[in-house]
């Protein structure tokens, strides 16, 4: 089954291959590393790669750059890509050129002006999202003005806009949407083009999943007000798809036995997992480093340090593996991965004779031409590994200084005894006594941040309003070391509307089906990463992770999972979750004529799409993905996005902002 991410790099290397109908799938390009243009060029439907320069804009720039890399497009025949605003985009009057961007005027003056100047040989315009009537006529009158209309092969609309940086997770990169529609400030006009720009952002992720879905959404806030406005848009489009007769048309409209559900909430639905340490290795990344878009960034060690930057690739086998395990059973398994690499090294050097895996090259090979038949079918062999075992051998050692780098975050910030008390019951004495003690005893103002959102989780997932004299000890706490409490005006805010939502009456439930607690915690240790430096792998055991508790975090379902749960399998649902989503909007864009909505029934889904507005994060994500992972007799899958993906300095910051 292909995934979201799969679905967009189709219909990317679709229009790289100028929206021909047959073209090398998402698999044969990303999955191998090693892949060849020519390997590639051999297949049957394609004859001979068209060689040609790729136009993007800032936009679109993000959208190609998280999911395919450069060596990816070169196998496209894409040879230069530049930003269409560029005053160095050289003019190649010999070449195809791909348009990729954002249906401006702007743009498309910069494509006339291209034409004008014969900048390139033929010109394929391709536009991320629809392009409006007005600006569409405008174009045509350019290009017939300038006679050079021959020139123009393709125009068309990809739908295409929203960045993927996870097989199943997408944003829409809005980044501010929660102040927007959160501030008493903002007039009904803001947050109505608001709406309509997310609206159109779901509607670009419909078109690439090729399905119309039913729509459920939370109603009385903007996920309503989205909802509405996405029902029209893809009603609109049905209604459109009906008059053609095209296979595409059909098959979008035909897929009654395998239609999704879209299930739109708002992000008052949780609000303390926005804060939360997670212990996820992937969450952590995202949480104590800067990972967007599939770069990691690690600040240097102080202001003269350069910052590093890691690209996580489509085929990298470590994190597609371990990125939703718990940070212990990850770090275990990169010191597996060194020591299986090493094997296989071993095993090579033996087979061949030489003494290391840098002698094992084409000159070695050469010189053993004259060798008996076996030793050179051997060495043979070994040098076609070599590629693969280079590239297992970057990803290792990457993750090794990922990891490492996690490590003197922890140690510095004690960022392990935040996840163990965010893990205990909020409501309990004891727990409220530990934290009071951890802000005492601490003696550490480097993590002010992490104390003030471990606050911010007990605050806010506690079933009772905590204790008066609590809150005043921990306010107190902050005002001494003078740091800015304001987050906290519009956090007791939060409280309150909590009270009002009925995602305080979801019953989460254990993802482990009545088998032992996983949550706790023991005293056994970690110990073996390899001692590395900066791209280099060497033997010695050092002791990185001893000395950290083994913490495991409950796998138990957080409310976002427990919607989607009560929506796709009601029949397995607690009777509370499916009371509380039985209020939701029901909508069904394929239904053309009369009312539009009605009362929702309780039927299966096996797919979803699972969408935040407001801001959503990589714990909700893992959650609902390993929610899926469980469901063995019924397997389901769920897709998540949002308007962004925020961490949780982000969203601490424009709680900051509505509490001015």
Known sequence: MDSLRDMQVDSLLKMLYLNEEHYPKANSVTEDPNATTAAIANDDAIQDIIWKVLVLDKRTTAIVSSVLRVNDLLKTGVTVHALIDSSKRSSLPDVPVVYFIEPTKTNIDLIVDDL???????????????????????????????????????????????????????????????????????????????????????????????????????????????????????RDYVINLKSNSSEDSNSILNDSLDRFVLIILDRNIDYSCMFSHSWIYQCMVFDIFKLRRNTITIPGENETSPEKQYDIEPHDFFWLQNAHLPFPEAAENVESALNEYKNEANEIVKKTGVTSLNDLNIKQFDQNENEDDLGTLQIQQAVKKLPELTAKKGIIDMHMNIFASLLKELEAKNLDTFFEIEQQDPDNVKTRTKFIELLEKDGKTDNLEDKLRSFIVLYLSAKNTPPQDFVKQVENYFKGQEYDITPLKYVYKLREMMKMSSSMSLQTKSLDDGKQDSNKMTTSTLSGLYGLTEGTLQGGVGTLISGFKKLLPEKKTIPVTNIVDAIMDPLNSSQKNLEATDTYLYLDPKITRGSHTRKPKRQTYNKSVVFIVGGGNYLEYQNLQEWAHSQIHNPKKVMYGSTDILSPHQFLEQVASLST
């Open 116 to 234: 004008k100047h014969d900048k390139y040989s033929e010109f394929y315009i391709n536009f991320v999202d629809s392009l409006s009537r007005d600006l569409l006529e405008h174009l045509a009158q350019e290009v017939v003005q300038l006679g050079k209309q021959d020139k123009v092969k393709q125009v068309y609309d990809q739908y295409l806009d929203f960045v993927v940086t996870e097989p199943e997770l997408f944003s829409l990169e809005l980044p501010t949407a929660y102040s927007i529609l959160n501030n008493p400030q903002s007039d009904e006009e803001t947050i109505t083009s608001l709406c309509s720009t997310i609206a159109d952002g779901l509607f670009n992720t419909i078109i690439t999943l090729n399905s119309i879905p039913i729509i459920r959404a939370q109603k009385n806030g903007p996920a309503e007000i989205v909802a509405e406005k996405l029902s029209s848009k893809l």
